[in-house]
């Protein structure tokens, strides 16, 4: 079986993928030689996926742990008697 639906398509699934022969069908030895080119390019992008979103957690850990340490400060048009900075 090539596609089960509701899976989604991993590299394992390509490199299993039988096909039924036809007289006159296509040559097995590329099509496997496909099919495995195909697996690498999936196990590929699974891996950069995988990555980018390690990544996009970190950065939205980093930025909420900004948030909540800035939380208080608050920049204001008018300057206050309190204020550090003095225009």
Same mark, same amino acid.
């Given at each position: 079986?090539?596609?089960?639906?509701?899976?989604?398509?991993h590299?394992?699934?390509?490199?299993?993928?039988?096909?039924?022969?036809?007289?006159?069908?296509?040559?097995?030895?590329?099509?496997?030689?496909?099919?495995? $080119?195909?697996?690498?390019?999936?196990?590929?992008?699974?891996?950069?996926?995988t990555t980018?979103?390690?990544?996009?957690?970190?950065? $939205?850990?980093?930025? $909420?742990?900004?948030?909540?340490?800035?939380?208080?400060?608050?920049?204001?048009?008018?300057?206050?008697?309190?204020?550090?900075?003095q $225009?």
């Amino acid at each position: 079986m090539i596609y089960v639906t509701g899976e989604r398509l991993h590299p394992h699934h390509a490199r299993i993928a039988s096909f039924d022969t036809r007289w006159r069908g296509l040559d097995p030895a590329q099509v496997h030689d496909y099919v495995n $080119r195909l697996a690498d390019e999936l196990e590929r992008l699974h891996r950069e996926l995988t990555t980018a979103n390690t990544e996009a957690e970190r950065i $939205r850990q980093a930025l $909420r742990q900004w948030q909540s340490r800035y939380t208080g400060c608050r920049h204001t048009d008018s300057p206050s008697s309190n204020s550090r900075w003095q $225009r």
